[in-house]
Each structure stands twice: as C-alpha cells, then as structure tokens.
C-alpha cells in the first residue's frame, strides 16, 4: 500500500461502533466543507451552504460505511466524489434552478448545435450571438445566467467501488426532457463524451481537463491560462452546453 492507513480505520473495521465512526466523521468533517466551499463559488446567494453541509455530511457517512482499505485507495480520494454526489442531489431535490432559466439553457443548446452541424466544427461567440439575434453583452449575460444548469449537467463523476476515476457522464441530464434510451450504457456514453472532449477546440479541451480532472477552480484555471475566471465560466458554460448537444443528438441516432 503506498500510502499510510490512519489507525482509525484497522478499529472501525475490526469493531464499527459508533464511537469510533464519531471520530472518523470529526476527522474527515473538512473535507466536507472543502467540498461545499468549492460548489459555492458557482452557486447564487439564495442556496445556502448549511443545505449543502448537511448533504455532504450524509455522503461522508455513507463513504465510510462502505470504504474498503484493502484497495489501496486513500479515503479522501474515495469519499470527496460521494460527498459532491449528495450534495448535487440536493441541489437537485430543492429545484433552485427556475424553469424560464432551464429553458433559455436548452434553447442555446439547439442553437449552439445547429450552428455546429451547419459549419461541421465548432460554434464562435460571435456566430451564436448573431444567430439569436442579440448583441455579444446580452450573450455574456445569458451564459452567465444559464451557468448554473451547466454545473448540475456535468459536475457527477463515475466512481467504482473500488474509489477508481471514471469519465464524466452527466452532460445530458435535463429534468425536463424524457430520459435517454436506457440502452445506452454507461460504458457507451463515456465513450461517446471521451470523443466529444477529443474534438473540442484546445483552450476549451483545458477548461474541462482543469475543471473537472484536476479539480482546480475557475479563478485558477483563469489563472493558468492567463484569462479572467468571468471568460472561464463563459468559456465552460458555452462547453457544457455544446457537450449535451452532441451526445443528446448522438444518443438519438
């Protein structure tokens, strides 16, 4: 094992009772709010980080039940995915996002896909603005309105049991729209995003990449790639959006 097992654990597996599963959870209580803290920067100010506490800790306790030592896997690695997962349940479960928001979300969907399917590459800025027929200002805005269905699309990641990465896979979630052809496994649709991020342009394969892989925050991924973190939500909304568009009309081929 490479790397070393808190004690805690060799006595929470040889006898789980509460006490010792008190300490566990006091232990690992930060990673919680490490969680929540890097979920707000994204949120609006009428979710509240307690909601998200308390859903993450929820996802804390049930990655310690079911944490097994024995794969080598360290339990931050394991339990900060399952933590997130709760806590974007939530997000779900309260529905903060209004309908008239969710439908201006799809709506710049199917604009950012047709101009893709038209051109056979990409969609500019400046092409999606003037196919809504509104100014690059009123664009901004509407990303920047539109940002938040964007982090609930894709901010899951597969995780096995063994805590082993997976690929993202939520990119075409939509409460609103029929679910996809349960024939489309998950093995399918990882494949099908592995392709859809391979053909993105260079800065925005990067936005993902740092996002979403290396778990940086917009603010440092704008950092790395010297532009401002306003550009680089704009730049993973438009992403997020072009994403869902592909494998929603991919899926239904």
Same mark, same amino acid.
């Given at each position: 094992m490479s790397f070393q097992l808190d004690p805690l654990w060799d006595k929470y597996k040889l006898s789980p009772n509460a006490k010792i599963k008190e300490q566990i959870i006091l232990k690992y209580a930060? @990673?919680?709010?490490? $969680?929540?803290?890097?979920?707000?920067?994204? @949120?609006?100010?009428? $979710?509240?980080?307690?909601d998200l506490e308390s859903a993450g800790i929820m996802g804390l306790i049930d990655a310690i039940d079911r944490y097994d030592p024995k794969y080598g896997v360290k339990f931050e690695s394991y339990a900060i995915p399952r933590i997130k997962g709760a806590m974007l349940d939530e997000l779900r479960k309260l529905d903060w996002i209004p309908r008239s928001i969710r439908s201006k979300s799809r709506e710049?969907?199917?604009?950012?896909r047709k101009i893709e399917n038209s051109k056979g590459g990409p969609a500019t800025d400046e092409e999606i603005s003037n196919k809504m027929n509104i100014s690059m200002s009123e664009y901004f805005n509407l990303l920047k309105e539109v940002s938040a269905v964007s982090l609930i699309s894709l901010d899951n990641v597969i995780y096995n049991d063994e805590g082993g990465k997976g690929e993202l896979h939520e990119v075409i979630e939509d409460k609103d729209e029929e679910e996809p052809d349960e024939a489309i496994n998950k093995e399918e649709l990882k494949e099908m995003i592995i392709r859809a991020i391979d053909d993105l342009p260079e800065t925005e394969r990067l936005v993902i990449a740092l996002y979403y892989y290396e778990e940086l925050t917009l603010k440092e991924i704008g950092q790395v790639l010297q532009l401002s973190e306003s550009r680089i939500s704009q730049i993973h909304t438009k992403t997020i959006l072009s994403l869902r568009g592909k494998l929603k009309e991919a899926i239904k081929a």
């Amino acid at each position: 094992m490479s790397f070393q097992l808190d004690p805690l654990w060799d006595k929470y597996k040889l006898s789980p009772n509460a006490k010792i599963k008190e300490q566990i959870i006091l232990k690992y209580a930060n @990673l919680v709010k490490f $969680v929540a803290g890097r979920l707000m920067i994204t @949120l609006p100010p009428s $979710v509240e980080s307690d909601d998200l506490e308390s859903a993450g800790i929820m996802g804390l306790i049930d990655a310690i039940d079911r944490y097994d030592p024995k794969y080598g896997v360290k339990f931050e690695s394991y339990a900060i995915p399952r933590i997130k997962g709760a806590m974007l349940d939530e997000l779900r479960k309260l529905d903060w996002i209004p309908r008239s928001i969710r439908s201006k979300s799809r709506e710049l969907e199917k604009v950012i896909r047709k101009i893709e399917n038209s051109k056979g590459g990409p969609a500019t800025d400046e092409e999606i603005s003037n196919k809504m027929n509104i100014s690059m200002s009123e664009y901004f805005n509407l990303l920047k309105e539109v940002s938040a269905v964007s982090l609930i699309s894709l901010d899951n990641v597969i995780y096995n049991d063994e805590g082993g990465k997976g690929e993202l896979h939520e990119v075409i979630e939509d409460k609103d729209e029929e679910e996809p052809d349960e024939a489309i496994n998950k093995e399918e649709l990882k494949e099908m995003i592995i392709r859809a991020i391979d053909d993105l342009p260079e800065t925005e394969r990067l936005v993902i990449a740092l996002y979403y892989y290396e778990e940086l925050t917009l603010k440092e991924i704008g950092q790395v790639l010297q532009l401002s973190e306003s550009r680089i939500s704009q730049i993973h909304t438009k992403t997020i959006l072009s994403l869902r568009g592909k494998l929603k009309e991919a899926i239904k081929a």
